[in-house]
Each structure stands twice: as structure tokens, then as C-alpha cells.
């Protein structure tokens, strides 16, 4: 078969399965860049600690070269919790990502970015959990995105439920209180 009709079908398979641009260390850094709370909207997993996790949100605290120290923070059992999480940004070949840590020496967990819309300034960040040996799923909002959502749809939802599959636990609540 020639090259041209095998590229174009690739082309074609490609649109219609609706693949995203492959994104780059800007688009992380850009993803990064409020200095607002960046909200978990969904996820497609309970947490750790099991349900009545929620509100949980990471804000950028330090920014050095690629490096970042986030305040994390949530709510669990009616209670507001923060601890600080480490992580590194970078790109391997076709993938940018995020590599998130408890500890500043400890190991990174690698978060891709699937999905990043600086239009509603939502991001996707997809990682593999090797202790629950699934792959994870979470959609991520500006404060500025999350004050348009309503209980309906968040923004960039289709595209979670199209790189994330039907399993949506919602994280995000009109209750949760903005962090100082």
C-alpha cells in the first residue's frame, strides 16, 4: 500500500478518535501559571482515604527553574487539611508532564498531560497509580473556571469523559471554601 493513503488514514483515525495535540513544558508551565487554587473537578477514583474526600485543590506556593512547591489541600470528614507535595515539570519526547512527590527526595509520581485548554484554563493529568495498578484520572480547573460551574458541567468535561472514561467522581462542590 503507498505511504500517502496509509498517512492520510492515520490522519482521519486520528480526528475522529479525537487525539489531542501533543503538549509540551510550556503548556505544563502554562497550566501552572495562576496564582489562584487549581481545583480537582473529577477524578476517575476514590481517594485513598476512601469517600468524603473532597475540595481538593493545589496552589503554587514556590516556582524555581521547573521546579514547584504546592500547598495541597482538601477536605476529609468535614475537616480542611493541607500538607506540601513537590513536583517537577518536564518533557519526554511527545509527552510533558508533572512529576509529584511527598517529600523533596522522595519518589515522583508521573502525571501526563493529556489536555490543556488555556481558553477555560483546564487541564487533564493522567498517571499511573502502581499500588492500585490502574491508571488515574483527573481534571483540573482555575478558581476563574470553577465560579461558572453550577452542578451541570464543568468546563473541558468532554474531553474527560472522552480521555477518561464514564467513571467520574466529583471532587469539586459549590460549598468548598476558597483557600487563603
Request: hydrophobic fraction near 30%; aromatic fraction near 10%; glycine fraction near 8%.
Amino acid at each position: 500500500m503507498p505511504c500517502f493513503p496509509v498517512a492520510v488514514l492515520l490522519v482521519l483515525c486520528a480526528t475522529a478518535l479525537g487525539t489531542d495535540a501533543t503538549y509540551t513544558l510550556k503548556d505544563v508551565e502554562e497550566a501552572l501559571s495562576t496564582r489562584g487554587p487549581i481545583w480537582i473537578a473529577l477524578r476517575n477514583f476514590d481517594s485513598v482515604a476512601g469517600t468524603g474526600v473532597d475540595c481538593v485543590y493545589d496552589k503554587v506556593k514556590l516556582k524555581t527553574g521547573n521546579d514547584y512547591t504546592l500547598e495541597h489541600g482538601y477536605n476529609y470528614q468535614s475537616k480542611t487539611r493541607k500538607t506540601t507535595l513537590y513536583a517537577t515539570a518536564g518533557q519526554d519526547g511527545n509527552q510533558a508532564y508533572l512529576d509529584v512527590k511527598e517529600s523533596e527526595s522522595g519518589q515522583g509520581n508521573r502525571h501526563v498531560l493529556e489536555h490543556w485548554d488555556k481558553a477555560k484554563h483546564c487541564f487533564i493529568l493522567k498517571y499511573e497509580n502502581t499500588t492500585a495498578s490502574r491508571v488515574q484520572c483527573q481534571l483540573h480547573l482555575w478558581a476563574s473556571s470553577v465560579t461558572s460551574y453550577h452542578g451541570n458541567r464543568f468546563e473541558c468535561q468532554e474531553k474527560y469523559d472522552q480521555i477518561c472514561g464514564g467513571t467520574k467522581h466529583e471532587v469539586y462542590k459549590t460549598t468548598c471554601p476558597t483557600p487563603a
